[in-house]
Structure formats: structure tokens, C-alpha cells
């Protein structure tokens, strides 16, 4: 062989070990951002499941919702009664005058 292909075959070498190099380095980036990615979603899990244990034990949730319900009907009556338009109080009134 001559020094020409030696050479070449050099530079074969050292790239093949910068290809080698770059792609494990790639790979442990790739696990690295793994990891990460599962212990935030392990994190959203467990947060999840806590929220369901909280509002699972929970037995007043139905019956505050149906006193919000009584609540909102009864202050209905009540907007519905103050908004209707009061009688003409300018007239004279049928008992006198008298308050």
C-alpha cells in the first residue's frame, strides 16, 4: 500500500470514530431527556391520583351543588320581584294621603 491510502484509510478510521462518538453522544442525550420526561409524567400521575382521592372521599360535593342550585333559584325571585316596575306613586293614594 501506498502512503496516499494510508492515508486515506486514516481518515477512515478517525471519522468512523467521530460518527461513533457523535452518536453515542446523541443516544445519551436521548436517554437523558427519557428520564426527565418520565419523571415529570410520573409527577402529573401522582398529582392526578391525588386529586382523585380528594374529591373521591368527598360526600358533600352533590349536596353543595344542589344548595348552590336552591340558592341561585332563590335569588331569581328575588331579581325577578325587584325588577318589576313599581306602581305610579305620583297618584293620590286611597287611604288619605296617609303613610
Same mark, same amino acid.
Given at each position: 500500500? $501506498? !502512503? ?6 486514516w481518515?477512515?478510521?478517525? *471519522? $468512523?470514530?467521530?460518527?461513533?462518538? +457523535? ?12 428520564? #426527565? #420526561?418520565d =419523571?415529570r409524567?410520573?409527577? #402529573?400521575?401522582?398529582?392526578?391520583? +391525588? #386529586?382523585?382521592?380528594?374529591t +373521591?372521599?368527598?360526600?358533600l360535593? !352533590? ?6 342550585? =336552591?340558592?341561585? *333559584?332563590? $335569588? ?7 325588577? =318589576?316596575? !313599581? !306602581?305610579?306613586?305620583? *297618584? ?5 294621603? $296617609?303613610?
Amino acid at each position: 500500500m $501506498g !502512503p496516499e491510502e494510508i492515508t486515506a484509510w486514516w481518515i477512515a478510521v478517525v *471519522a $468512523g470514530f467521530v460518527v461513533v462518538l +457523535a452518536v453515542a453522544a446523541l443516544l445519551s442525550l436521548l436517554v437523558w431527556f427519557v428520564k #426527565i #420526561i418520565d =419523571r415529570r409524567v410520573a409527577g #402529573i400521575r401522582d398529582t392526578l391520583l +391525588a #386529586i382523585t382521592a380528594n374529591t +373521591a372521599s368527598t360526600t358533600l360535593i !352533590p349536596q353543595t351543588g344542589d344548595a348552590v342550585d =336552591r340558592v341561585l *333559584a332563590e $335569588g331569581l325571585e328575588h331579581h325577578l320581584f325587584l325588577g =318589576r316596575v !313599581p !306602581p305610579d306613586r305620583s *297618584a293620590t293614594t286611597t287611604n288619605g294621603g $296617609g303613610r
